[in-house]
């Protein structure tokens, strides 16, 4: 979206330096992609300094610069001035919603936030909606400006912003960027404990997003939720799985294995049939809860029944894959946290197999209480599994706990230790899950065994 200077001068406080701006500046970040009459934005990051290609922007045809360091400038080029590129870009974001006629729906939550986002894009698609999303997990804050950005004038697309948080609070720039009409929580778990240092800190934050949003959509089973949602300038819609339901004078979605009830607020129930085409409960809570978002964002329940036999996990999310002699890969190592990890085991433990081996990586900023949930992990994956594989940082909590189940473990070093032991020890029938924190890269044993997945 090309967005008026005059506005953007005003809204960032910029001052402007050399010659004249346009008229309208078209903002991208990436000099290696920039289009001739584009403005060059100069982000800063740990690894880059956008201020150093400011010089090789204009040299590919870009006719004004906005930097927060005027002497990166060529004599006589145009830039803006503004006091931080970042919080410039977030500004020219909420520039370009202002200008949008769809409604705009963020998610996040410590778990399933790219899933339950994939759902919506899919419900939505499915039942003939025009929509767009922020692409893969590009979550934060240049990533939601990007998506903005990018966004057409006048747009009449729904807009799906995922919206993730990894410091206390870093959810508000996003939420004041988008302005959600639809802010959907998924749940608030043990997510990144360790630098935010506590739940009470981690549910703040990804309170901002239903708190900041015109309806939010939240999670029957997340506690949480139940506690904050009295606070709501309005109801929200609620959404669960089986045998949830909402509390008398509530809306909800709830999905079963093969029908979707939306209840309103009088009680009243419309029953669909459906046909999911994915495992896993905790896939069909993500499901209820996009349902939900699709909703709200007008499409017609009958339409979104229909659309559900469409919809597909994303790459890396309880991914299988049929490998030579029988043998079943269940990859799902996308990330993992201690209540995804659970859900993932469960769903795993049901899985029909000569043998349910479980390779497990260990999970990833969780602080102090990271020993604990690996042991926790690993006495419910003695009772999923016959065969647990114990790897990362914390393979002795998880061993630990397998042992205690009187489960049988086997602790591996190294990726290259776990492909040795699957080779010499797979049989025909054999089911293998391989989960863990994307740090330790579990998809180097999937493609070892010959499995062809994104990670």
Same mark, same amino acid.
């Given at each position: 979206m090309r967005l008026p200077t005059a506005e953007a001068i005003t809204a960032l406080h910029a001052r402007v330096l050399g010659a004249a701006p346009p008229e309208a500046l078209l903002v991208q970040t990436d000099t290696r992609q920039i289009e001739r009459g584009a403005t060059f934005l100069a982000l800063r990051g740990k690894r880059f300094d956008g201020h150093a290609y400011v010089e090789e922007a204009f040299a590919r045809g870009a006719v004004c610069a906005i930097v927060d360091d005027g002497d990166a400038v060529p004599e006589g080029r145009s830039a803006l001035v503004v006091r931080d590129t970042l919080q410039a870009f977030l500004d020219l974001g909420s520039l370009a919603r202002a200008r949008v006629r769809g409604p705009v729906v963020a998610v996040t939550g410590s778990t399933g936030k790219t899933t339950t986002k994939q @759902? +919506?894009?899919? +419900?939505? /698609?499915?039942?003939?909606?025009?929509?767009?999303? $922020?692409? %893969?997990?590009?979550?934060? %804050?240049?990533?939601?400006?990007? @998506?903005?950005?990018?966004l057409d004038e006048g747009d009449e697309r729904v807009a799906i912003v995922e919206m993730g948080a990894r410091k206390y609070r870093d959810l508000d720039v996003l939420v004041a960027a988008a302005k959600p009409d639809v802010g959907l929580l998924t749940n608030v778990?043990?997510?990144?404990? %360790?630098?935010?240092?506590?739940?009470?800190?981690?549910?703040? $934050?990804?309170?901002?997003?239903?708190?900041?949003? /015109?309806?939010?959509?939240?999670? +029957?089973?997340?506690?949480?939720s139940r506690e904050r949602a009295p606070g709501l300038a309005s109801p929200p819609l609620w959404y669960g799985i089986d045998a949830e339901r909402p509390q008398h004078g509530e809306r909800a979605v709830v999905i079963e294995p093969d029908a979707v009830w939306?209840?309103?607020?009088?009680?009243?129930? %419309? $029953?669909? /049939?459906?046909?999911?085409? @994915?495992?896993?409960?905790?896939?069909?809570r993500n499901l209820a809860g996009a349902f939900a978002a699709a909703l709200l964002c007008g499409a017609k329940v009958e339409a979104l029944a229909e659309a559900v036999r469409g919809v597909v996990l994303p790459h890396g999310r309880y991914e299988i894959v049929e490998l030579a002699d029988d043998v079943r890969l269940v990859f799902d190592a996308y990330n993992a946290s201690l209540s995804g990890t659970l859900a993932t085991l469960a769903t795993f433990g049901r899985e029909e197999a000569e043998r349910r081996i479980a390779v497990l990586g260990s999970m990833a900023e969780l602080g102090s209480d990271a020993p604990a949930m690996h042991e926790k992990i690993g006495e419910i994956a003695a009772t999923r599994a016959h065969v647990v594989l114990a790897g990362g940082r914390f393979a002795a909590d998880t061993a630990r706990g397998v042992t205690a189940k009187g489960g049988t473990v086997v602790r591996y070093a190294t990726n290259g230790d776990a492909i040795a032991w699957l080779r010499a020890n797979l049989r025909r029938g054999d089911a293998v899950l391989l989960k863990g924190s994307r740090v330790y890269k579990m998809e180097e044993i999937a493609e070892a065994l010959g499995a062809e997945v994104f990670a």
């Amino acid at each position: 979206m090309r967005l008026p200077t005059a506005e953007a001068i005003t809204a960032l406080h910029a001052r402007v330096l050399g010659a004249a701006p346009p008229e309208a500046l078209l903002v991208q970040t990436d000099t290696r992609q920039i289009e001739r009459g584009a403005t060059f934005l100069a982000l800063r990051g740990k690894r880059f300094d956008g201020h150093a290609y400011v010089e090789e922007a204009f040299a590919r045809g870009a006719v004004c610069a906005i930097v927060d360091d005027g002497d990166a400038v060529p004599e006589g080029r145009s830039a803006l001035v503004v006091r931080d590129t970042l919080q410039a870009f977030l500004d020219l974001g909420s520039l370009a919603r202002a200008r949008v006629r769809g409604p705009v729906v963020a998610v996040t939550g410590s778990t399933g936030k790219t899933t339950t986002k994939q @759902f +919506l894009l899919g +419900l939505l /698609r499915g039942a003939g909606r025009a929509v767009a999303a $922020t692409p %893969e997990n590009e979550n934060n %804050e240049v990533g939601v400006a990007k @998506f903005l950005c990018g966004l057409d004038e006048g747009d009449e697309r729904v807009a799906i912003v995922e919206m993730g948080a990894r410091k206390y609070r870093d959810l508000d720039v996003l939420v004041a960027a988008a302005k959600p009409d639809v802010g959907l929580l998924t749940n608030v778990g043990e997510a990144h404990l %360790e630098i935010m240092g506590t739940r009470e800190r981690i549910a703040e $934050t990804k309170w901002a997003v239903p708190a900041g949003s /015109r309806q939010a959509v939240l999670n +029957l089973d997340d506690a949480a939720s139940r506690e904050r949602a009295p606070g709501l300038a309005s109801p929200p819609l609620w959404y669960g799985i089986d045998a949830e339901r909402p509390q008398h004078g509530e809306r909800a979605v709830v999905i079963e294995p093969d029908a979707v009830w939306v209840i309103d607020a009088a009680g009243a129930t %419309e $029953t669909h /049939r459906i046909a999911i085409g @994915f495992p896993g409960d905790h896939n069909r809570r993500n499901l209820a809860g996009a349902f939900a978002a699709a909703l709200l964002c007008g499409a017609k329940v009958e339409a979104l029944a229909e659309a559900v036999r469409g919809v597909v996990l994303p790459h890396g999310r309880y991914e299988i894959v049929e490998l030579a002699d029988d043998v079943r890969l269940v990859f799902d190592a996308y990330n993992a946290s201690l209540s995804g990890t659970l859900a993932t085991l469960a769903t795993f433990g049901r899985e029909e197999a000569e043998r349910r081996i479980a390779v497990l990586g260990s999970m990833a900023e969780l602080g102090s209480d990271a020993p604990a949930m690996h042991e926790k992990i690993g006495e419910i994956a003695a009772t999923r599994a016959h065969v647990v594989l114990a790897g990362g940082r914390f393979a002795a909590d998880t061993a630990r706990g397998v042992t205690a189940k009187g489960g049988t473990v086997v602790r591996y070093a190294t990726n290259g230790d776990a492909i040795a032991w699957l080779r010499a020890n797979l049989r025909r029938g054999d089911a293998v899950l391989l989960k863990g924190s994307r740090v330790y890269k579990m998809e180097e044993i999937a493609e070892a065994l010959g499995a062809e997945v994104f990670a």
